[in-house]
């Protein structure tokens, strides 16, 4: 089992900024991918930015040039910096890992930690 920590997540007025973290710990193998998703309430959970083991880095378009993703592969964390927040960035975000473990891919999911942007 893989166990995933988020931290970061507030309150925060239109354009300012919060720092995402994510540990992961436990079984862990080969870790292939970090990303992070939020979710409102009554829509489908999105995927925000996603990082290869490789480096790739993936973001969804309302986010570039706002959003960074970044991981420490020593602490097996990976992290988001969200700056100019808007309201539209308001929901719970969480850390999705995928582990390969020789046999099998397995998807692991954080807590999730809520962001709220507001005057």
């Known amino acids: 089992q893989v166990q995933l920590v988020e931290s970061g997540g507030g309150l925060v007025q239109p354009g300012g900024s919060l720092r995402l973290s994510c540990a992961a710990s436990?079984?862990?193998?080969?870790?292939?991918?970090m990303g992070w998703y939020r979710q409102v309430p009554g829509k489908q959970r999105e995927v925000v930015a996603a990082?290869?083991?490789?480096?790739?880095?993936n973001y969804v378009d309302s986010v570039k040039g706002r959003f960074t993703i970044s991981k420490d592969n020593a602490k097996n964390t990976v992290y988001l910096q969200m700056n100019s927040l808007q309201p539209e960035d308001t929901a719970v975000y969480y850390c999705n890992v995928v582990q390969y473990n020789g046999r099998h891919y397995e998807d692991y999911w954080g807590q999730g930690t809520q962001v709220t942007v507001s005057s």
């Open positions: 990082i290869t083991s490789a480096g790739t880095i």
């Open positions: 436990g079984s862990i193998f080969r870790i292939d991918a």
